[in-house]
């Protein structure tokens, strides 16, 4: 039962382990509105990959965006909110004390005592549901679905959870280090980056690879607009939203997200210019991915000049690295890699050196020594230590985790070659992005792949009328009738 009454102004007075304290109902307020802000990010994230991938694995983008979050809304009830936050958690990882959020209601939060602990559970929730879903972007147009779902629950047992826990509980190693991470910098983007790269060793490149057949362009660049409207627009609530109170560093927060993803979008569209003549829309949009993500660990320590420079950065060493995968000869399809980690790392490495203690003591509670902006030399190499900690495990852990499952019968990732062929979306879910219009430029003439050269077209759902055709009913088609 909770104890709690209400001041005149109709803020909450709540008692706990014989103290007293008040909850500010706008505080409230406005993480549960950056709750539902970072939500919607999830299916943005799904448009987003949607739109870059071809038309036959469209679909496929957005229902694992919609399935994560389900899986990890549960596993988050089951256990996930305690492993990362539990006040008795090691320098590692918590206990069970809140399994199955048991004892989670008015106390006040591990991460802020201006909200109570069931607010800063759901808000925490979607950062933990998004994660997941970057990286296993990485899967694209080569793997099962049903085996995903296993993987979504165990990988954010095994590796979010951890990695939140150390650096964002206050018991954590890296919190207690000095490390500053406002808003996921490694536990989200660096951990999800380096799994995406994992998952891609793993599965190994798909067919086609080096081969004109995998030279396409996006097949819809409007999803991919749409998908960075969603991260844009939620991205105030994801950064913002981590002050865990209506205040001026929230507000901060919010400029310096915007400025970063400007700066970024345009940095990457330029780059992208020089080579092609093109402004290109989605250049622009992966710019401005790459600028929110650097700039989400620095956005609650960080003034607005110095997130010129992220942007700039993000945009440029991002770019530059989506190379790595041709000098490496890996199919990273959606430059996950380059986008999350190696734009996490910039943020980390920035913040350390930018970071400003006047910024963050803007809610006039936080006290940090700043970052080498403040002489505070140190504080890059906590960043580095930080950076390649998240990366280090998120890549070992996720590697070991694929390869339990391969041998786990059912479990496999991996998809056969003829749902490679003709799309996850049609063998997998047997539904479609879109009817099949134009899609034989997408899929070869069966004959190619199965040895029967009748048989032209592919093969539609339930929900289509058959797509194939034989050879001589296509033949027989043209003759006008006597």
């Known amino acids: 039962m909770v104890n709690i009454s209400f001041t005149s102004s109709e803020d909450i007075i709540y008692y706990y382990d014989g103290t007293q304290g008040v909850y500010n109902l706008g505080d409230i307020a406005w993480t549960l509105a950056s709750t539902a802000l970072v939500w919607i990010m999830i299916p943005g994230v799904g448009f987003f990959y949607s739109g870059l991938l071809r038309r036959k694995n469209a679909l496929s983008m957005i229902y694992l965006s919609m399935m994560t979050v389900a899986m990890v809304s549960f596993q988050w009830f089951f256990w996930g909110y305690s492993l990362a936050f539990s006040d008795g958690a090691s320098r590692f990882i918590g206990d069970l004390r809140y399994f199955g959020l048991k004892g989670v209601l008015d106390q006040p939060s591990i991460g802020s005592s201006r909200v109570p602990a069931l607010v800063f559970c759901v808000f925490q929730l979607m950062f933990a549901a998004i994660t997941p879903m970057i990286a296993i972007g990485a899967v694209a147009e080569r793997s099962r679905l049903g085996p995903l779902l296993v993987f979504v629950f165990v990988w954010s047992t095994l590796v ?12 954590g190693w890296s919190s207690r280090l000095g490390g500053l991470d406002f808003a996921g910098g490694t536990p989200v983007h660096i951990s999800s980056g380096t799994a995406a790269l994992a998952i891609s060793l793993y599965l190994g490149r798909r067919r086609g690879y080096g081969t004109e057949r995998l030279a396409y362009k996006p097949h819809n660049s409007t999803y991919v607009v749409i998908g960075t409207v969603f991260l844009w627009f939620g991205w105030f609530g ?5 002050a865990l109170s209506a205040n001026l560093r929230a507000t901060m927060a919010c400029i310096v997200t915007n400025l970063a993803a400007s700066v970024g979008g345009l940095t990457w569209m330029l780059w992208d210019w020089r080579l092609e003549r093109k402004w290109s829309v989605v250049g622009f949009c992966s710019g401005a991915i790459a600028g929110l993500v650097a700039i989400t660990p620095g956005s609650g320590f960080v003034g607005a000049p110095a997130a010129v420079l992220f942007g700039f950065m993000a945009g440029t060493v991002c770019n530059f690295a989506t190379q790595l995968k041709f000098i490496f000869k890996y199919d990273d399809t959606l430059d996950i890699f380059a986008s999350h980690a190696i734009g996490g790392i910039v943020g980390n490495v920035l913040t350390g050196l930018f970071a400003q203690a006047s910024v963050a003591g803007a809610d006039g509670v936080t006290v940090i020594p700043g970052g080498w902006l403040d002489h505070h030399w140190e504080q890059l190499g906590i960043q580095l230590a930080d950076s390649v900690s998240g990366l280090s495990y998120s890549f070992v852990m996720t590697t070991i985790i694929l390869w339990a499952m391969h041998y786990i019968p059912g479990l496999r990732l991996r998809c056969d070659e003829e749902t490679e062929i003709i799309g996850v979306d049609d063998a997998e879910m047997g539904e479609f992005a879109y009817d099949y219009v134009g899609l034989d430029t997408e899929i070869p003439i069966r004959g190619e792949y199965n040895g029967n050269s009748d048989v032209i077209g592919a093969t539609g759902g339930s929900r289509e009328p058959p797509h194939s055709q034989s050879l ?11």
């Open 238 to 242: 994801f950064n913002g939203g981590s």
């Open 160 to 171: 979010y959870d951890p990695i939140a826990c150390w650096t964002w509980n206050s018991n």
């Open 472 to 482: 001589q009913e296509s033949e027989a088609e043209k003759v006008p009738p006597a």
